[in-house]
């Protein structure tokens, strides 16, 4: 059966996919528009995005707890998911930005009981992962220096930073992709 117009509420309570990409299909424009205006003053597209991918997740995972039945019902339900949910990522955003950032903070470390060339060796791999990092944005190179650096779960990576779990996992494979490019690239002379 064909997801459509008349029965997208049933078929994702059903937990069919075509019915959450009929619902992003349908509803996009006025997702973004309510998790934009909210947070517009942040200036940060990829929270919005991220906002926006959250709401979907959580009318996926929640849709068995919509009650109404009508499409109007369904729009004012998907409104105010998007709503608070934009009202929360702001608050995490606001509070994050509150807290002294360490980005500025140099890696520039030596090991003692190393040989002079060890010690080369080892500042020159870390200033070519200084400059890789510096290619991601401020919360993937936190999240990147708390998961393969500190060795912190994705949990508790998404708990420090405001995010859900399913973000910063996202932004690990992201990141990772990225990184695997730029070796790449410098590993071919940048062609």
Known sequence: MKTDQNNYIRRLKDKKEEALEF???????LVKGIVTHILLPLE?????EECISDVFLSVWLNAQKFRGESEADFRK??????KYRAIDFYRREK????IPSSDNESMDICLPEESAEEQVLFKESTREMEKMLSLFSPTDRRIFIMKFFWGMPSEEISKKLGLTKSAVDNRIYRG???LVKGVI????GGK
Do not use: H, N, T
């Not at 619902?23 to 424009?29: L, R």
């Open 176 to 178: 990772k992709k990225q």
């Open 23 to 29: 619902v992003m299909d349908e509803y996009f424009p």
């Open 185 to 188: 690239s410098l590993g071919d």
């Open 77 to 82: 339900w998907l409104c105010a998911i998007a």
């Open 44 to 48: 940060r597209r990829e929270l919005a």
């Open 95 to 98: 509070k994050r930005l509150e």
